[in-house]
C-alpha cells in the first residue's frame, strides 16, 4: 500500500537557520509529490509539485524539494526561516491520478 | 489558478440538528470533487470521493447515511452532516480535480456541534 511519512511531527528552527522538512514515500509506480502548508484555521496552500519532470522543484515563499528516487524522499528546503513559515507543513503523494496520501504533517516553529 | 471556494467557513449547530457545507469550484470544471475531515493537530482524512453526477464512494469507516455528499453539478458539491452530535465537530475541507491529478483545496469549514 502506498503509504507518506513526515519524519518529525514538530520541527524548530530559529530565524534565518535552514529549514528542512523530511518527506519519505513508499510506492510501486512513479509517483507525484506535493507539498502544502496549512496556517491556523486554514486549508491548504500548494507549495510546490514535482509530476516527473525536473527533480529539483522550486515554490512559493523560496521553498523548494528534490525528488530523490533512490531515497523514495521529497525532502522540503529553504535556506533562511522566516517568522511567517511559522505553519503545518503537509506532504501528499497521488500515484496514477488515484487519491492523495498525505502524511502526518510537521509543525515548524521559527524562534526569534 | 484554481480557486475553489466553501460556504459556510464556519457553524455552530445544536445537536440533532442538520447542517450542509458548500463546495464550489469558481474558474473551473471538476470533474471529481473530495471531503476531507481534519482533527486537532492531525492530517487530513479522506472521506468520500464524488463524480458529478453519480453517488459518492466513501471510505472505510465514513457513515454515509450521515455523511451525505451531493454532487449535482460540475462546480458544486455538497456535504450534509445529518443529526450531528458533537464527535461530528472538526474542520471539513474539500477539493476539487479538473483533469488527471492535481487536486485544489478549500478554504475548510469549522463546523462545532454543541
Known amino acids: 500500500a502506498q503509504s507518506v511519512t513526515q519524519l518529525g511531527s514538530h520541527v524548530s528552527v530559529s530565524e534565518g537557520a535552514l529549514v528542512l522538512l523530511r518527506c519519505n514515500y513508499s510506492?510501486?509506480?512513479?509517483?507525484?509529490l506535493f507539498w502544502y502548508v496549512q496556517y491556523p484555521n486554514q486549508g491548504l496552500q500548494l507549495l510546490l509539485k514535482?509530476?516527473?519532470?525536473?527533480?529539483l522543484v522550486k515554490g512559493i515563499n523560496g521553498f523548494e524539494a528534490e525528488f530523490k528516487k533512490s531515497e523514495t524522499s521529497f525532502h522540503l528546503t529553504k535556506p533562511s526561516a522566516h517568522m511567517s513559515d511559522a505553519a503545518e507543513y503537509f506532504c501528499a503523494v497521488t500515484f496514477g491520478g488515484q487519491n492523495f496520501v498525505f502524511g502526518p504533517g510537521t509543525r515548524l516553529s521559527v524562534l526569534p | 489558478g484554481a480557486v475553489v471556494s466553501q460556504h459556510p467557513s464556519r457553524v455552530i449547530c445544536k445537536s440533532g440538528t442538520s447542517v450542509k457545507i458548500e463546495c464550489r469550484s469558481l474558474?473551473?470544471?471538476?470533474?471529481?470533487m473530495f471531503w476531507y475531515r481534519q482533527f486537532p493537530k492531525q492530517s487530513l482524512m479522506l472521506m468520500a470521493t464524488s463524480n458529478e453526477g453519480s453517488k459518492a464512494t466513501y471510505e472505510q469507516g465514513v457513515e454515509k447515511d450521515k455523511f451525505l455528499i451531493n454532487h449535482a453539478s460540475l462546480t458544486l458539491s455538497t456535504l450534509t452532516v445529518t443529526s450531528a452530535h458533537p464527535e461530528d465537530s472538526s474542520f471539513y475541507i474539500c477539493?476539487?480535480?479538473?483533469?488527471?491529478?492535481?487536486?485544489?483545496f478549500g478554504p475548510g469549514t469549522r463546523l462545532t456541534v454543541t
Open positions: 474558474d473551473f470544471q471538476a470533474t471529481t
Open positions: 514535482y509530476t516527473s519532470a525536473a527533480t
Open positions: 477539493s476539487a480535480r479538473e483533469g488527471s491529478y492535481e487536486q485544489y
Open positions: 510506492s510501486s509506480v512513479p509517483p507525484y
